[in-house]
């Protein structure tokens, strides 16, 4: 398998245009089965003008990529994980976006890796400018929610910013990352950047914890292929506990205070 | 000002979705069709555009079947002033690349000052069709903005990315799409439902925009459903509820045994 890795593409917005035309030379250059790209919103933008470029359809968001009978063929999770699908290009070579954190990119088989700063851009293309720039803080210390082992998050149930604090506890008790559902995010509760769900991230640990969390079709689409599912919900009709593999019924602030005791006590 | 917006119609999120598992496509009779929640922000920030620019011309396109009518219905409900519905049986299916090559031919008749789109769609997920047109189309595309300001000759807005908040302005014309941290859509009013019964509703098919056939496609090969998660062991909190998740956490390896 000869496919293109596509990587280093922090910062590239306002160039997009122009490395899209220089990779698609690349491309046609190396006679490559695939395009790799990352599916974040420079990749995909990237991957969209590079597919319209060399009039090639894109398979999106994959989070398995193999070659079968000479031909690339990607794995797909579809609607949160509820469908599994394969892929593969009829007619021209795919460009691949892949699903953050699923496949160690530069290490599949006959990867040729290529930083996005190793490309000359084209000159004249249209594109946007970036008026300014800044970094957002990010480092909180836990591992990045998309790619951690175990995944703490609180819901509506946990009631406020302040309370959250104690998911925030349970997380570090457990060297886990921070999650949340969107009404968690919409009341303020947590950041943007914590929304487990349809809209927000996909998580797929080791170990996922819903702490006050009913479990809407929207927020399972985000979590449902985690490894374990463990709830803690004071509504023993809530929705989560269908899909929990441990659940709790019973006052998250009585609970999680004695879990965090009892794995601090191990 | 011309602003094109492009509307598509995908299952509820609200209830269960579901592929046909023989042709891998949408299984479009499992769940209520509705206009993309992402599309409606992208609509209001062109209405808000057109509430202080009366002069301002607002057209919402789908490509999608029969039903997806009723989602511009919608769009002309809430403020466009007229919409253009791309129904053609042969392009049921389409890939993302063959629907931007339709979109991009409607567009061409549009010749619209700006496009606004959502940044990904919540069935497909893809968001890769803004930047298939901004190639196809020659046009910058501002993409991912959670806030947008619409100049005369310029559009601006703010897009974070991982660790980056950047400002990004672009020419007219351009290409934009929104997340779902842009404008939160309007309902329509009542007033809005009663005109949207004159505004036009034009039909036309792939044909009729002078696109040729598809050269190259994606193919779903093969589709599985993931057995249904089943519960497992439920308990009460009776005062011993956090030491019992502890030792189920740690029965299984879950968590360090200390």
Do not use: C
Not at chain 2, 135 to 154: F, H, K, Q
Not at chain 2, 178 to 192: I, W
Not at chain 2, 239 to 244: K, L, N, W
Not at chain 2, 245 to 252: Q, T, Y
């Amino acid at each position: 398998m000869a496919v293109i890795v596509v990587t280093g593409l922090e910062g590239i917005a306002g160039r997009i245009a122009g490395l899209a035309a220089a990779l698609a030379e690349r491309a046609r250059a190396a006679s490559a089965d695939a395009v790799l790209l990352p599916h974040t919103p420079d990749g995909r933008e990237l991957a969209g003008r590079l597919a319209a470029r060399l009039g090639s359809p894109v398979l999106v968001d994959a989070v398995g990529v193999r070659l079968e009978d000479g031909r690339v063929v990607t794995e797909h999770s579809v609607f949160g994980g509820s469908f599994v699908t394969t892929a593969a290009a009829d007619g021209a070579v795919p460009v691949v976006t892949v699903r953050e954190g699923a496949l160690d990119l530069p290490a599949l088989p006959g990867a040729d890796v290529v930083g996005a700063a190793e490309l000359a851009p084209a000159e004249g293309r249209p594109d946007v400018t970036v008026e300014s720039a800044e970094a957002v803080p990010v480092d909180t210390g836990r591992p990045e929610l998309r790619s951690a082992r175990i995944v703490v998050a609180g819901g509506k149930g946990v009631g406020s910013r302040e309370a959250f604090a104690l998911v925030e506890r349970l997380a570090d008790a457990l060297g886990a990352a921070v999650g949340a559902s969107r009404v968690a995010v919409d009341s303020g509760y947590a950041p943007q950047s914590a929304q487990v769900g349809q809209t927000g991230t996909t998580v797929s640990p080791d170990l996922y914890i819903a702490l006050g969390i009913s479990g809407a079709i929207q927020h399972r689409a985000g979590m449902q292929t985690a490894k374990t599912i463990v709830a803690v919900n004071s509504d023993p009709d809530a929705p989560i506990f269908e899909i929990a593999d441990f659940g709790v019924v019973g006052d998250l602030f009585e609970v999680v205070p004695q879990l965090i005791d009892a794995l601090e006590g191990r | 000002m011309k602003i094109a917006v492009l509307i598509k119609e995908v299952p509820d999120t609200y209830g269960e979705r579901r592929l046909d598992v023989t042709t891998g496509l949408l299984d479009r009779a499992a769940s209520d069709a509705v206009v993309d929640e992402i599309d409606e922000r992208a609509l209001e920030v062109a209405l808000q555009y057109k509430d202080a620019h009366k002069d301002a011309e607002v057209v919402a396109i789908a490509m999608g079947p029969a039903s997806a009518r009723d989602s511009l219905r919608k769009a002309l409900q809430m403020g466009a002033d007229r919409a253009v519905h791309i129904l053609d049986d042969a392009l049921a299916g389409a890939d993302a690349l063959r629907t931007a090559q339709v979109l991009a031919a409607a567009l061409g008749r549009e010749q619209a000052d700006l496009v606004i789109a959502g940044n990904e769609s919540t069935d497909g997920r893809g968001g890769v069709v803004p930047a298939m047109l901004a190639e196809m189309l020659g046009l910058p595309l501002a993409g991912s903005l959670g806030s947008v300001e619409i100049g005369e000759t310029v559009v601006r807005g703010t897009r974070t990315t991982g660790a980056e908040v950047a400002r990004l302005g672009a020419a007219l014309p351009a290409i934009i799409s929104v997340t779902e941290k842009s404008a939160e859509a309007r309902f329509p009013s009542f007033k809005g439902v009663m005109a949207a019964k004159k505004k036009p509703l034009e039909a036309v098919t792939a044909a009729s925009l002078g696109v040729g056939p598809a050269a190259a496609t994606s193919l779903v090969l093969t589709v599985a459903e993931r057995p249904a998660r089943e519960a497992g062991e439920r308990i009460e909190d009776e005062g011993d509820g956090g030491r019992r998740l502890a030792e189920w956490l740690a029965a299984r390896g879950l968590v360090g045994r200390g």
